[in-house]
T-cell receptor, first 112, second 115 residues
Framework: GEDVEQSLFLSVREGDSSVINCTYTDSSSTYLYWYKQEPGAGLQLLTY?????DMKQDQRLTVLLNKKDKHLSLRIADTQTGDSAIYFC????????????FGQGTTLQVKP | SQTIHQWPATLVQPVGSPLSLECTVE??????LYWYRQAAGRGLQLLFY??????ISSEVPQNLSASRPQDRQFILSSKKLLLSDSGFYLCAWSKGQGSPNYGYTFGSGTRLTVV
């Protein structure tokens, strides 16, 4: 089945760019997602990318997809302290259930 | 617009007591529904999912069960809680079969502490 891997921790300075990386195993995943979780809260969908796209940009967020290497990244430009959170990558394997398989989450720490 | 409600927000229960967590969705019909557990603030483990009323799929063997008595209601239960059931439980919904899937919408979560 689908397996999604992420690095656990990233620390950046305010104003720098953050790049959070993710690898997945199921090449049939049609959609790949990035979620943000603030302390004590549920997960918020940040953005998603369809598997036939290489890149998607949404304001400060840029998602890059390398299907050959099964590698997904999320770039946050001009990182702010409010961006400090756990970021989850998720893939949707084939089938009708809509199940998402999540990575273990990357904790982003933004230092002032 | 669609909304998802999950309650209670926090719960402290003794070992051996029963559990019932409820999740309801508004503004959509025939959603796919999911229960996830997040242990120690880390990764998400899919516990159950449902594609329709009375249809429950279990992802991992455990002390918990789920039910979907109505189209937009999903309940997570246990007859006797274990210490290892402590965690942050998240309910989520997504569009059902045949709809483009743009990911889940999550509830705000229930922090369960078993003592």
């Amino acid at each position: 089945g689908e397996d999604v891997e992420q690095s656990l921790f990233l620390s950046v300075r305010e104003g720098d760019s953050s790049v959070i990386n993710c690898t997945y195993t199921d090449s049939s995943s049609t959609y790949l997602y990035w979620y943000k979780q603030e302390p004590g809260a549920g997960l918020q969908l940040l953005t998603y990318i369809f598997s036939n796209m290489d890149m998607k940009q949404d304001q400060r967020l840029t998602v890059l997809l390398n299907k050959k290497d099964k590698h997904l990244s999320l770039r946050i430009a001009d990182t702010q302290t409010g961006d400090s959170a756990i970021y989850f990558c998720a893939g949707r394997p084939g089938g009708n259930t809509g199940k998402l398989i999540f990575g273990q989450g990357t904790t982003l720490q933004v230092k002032p | 617009s669609q909304t998802i409600h999950q309650w209670p927000a926090t719960l402290v229960q003794p070992v051996g007591s029963p559990l019932s967590l409820e999740c309801t969705v508004e503004g959509t019909s025939n959603p796919n529904l999911y229960w996830y557990r997040q242990a120690a603030g880390r990764g998400l483990q899919l516990l159950f999912y449902s594609v329709g009323i009375g249809q429950i799929s279990s992802e991992v063997p455990q002390n918990l069960s789920a039910s979907r008595p109505q189209d937009r209601q999903f309940i997570l239960s246990s007859k006797k809680l274990l210490l290892s059931d402590s965690g942050f439980y998240l309910c989520a919904w997504s569009k059902g079969q045949g709809s483009p899937n743009y990911g889940y919408t999550f509830g705000s979560g229930t922090r369960l502490t078993v003592v």
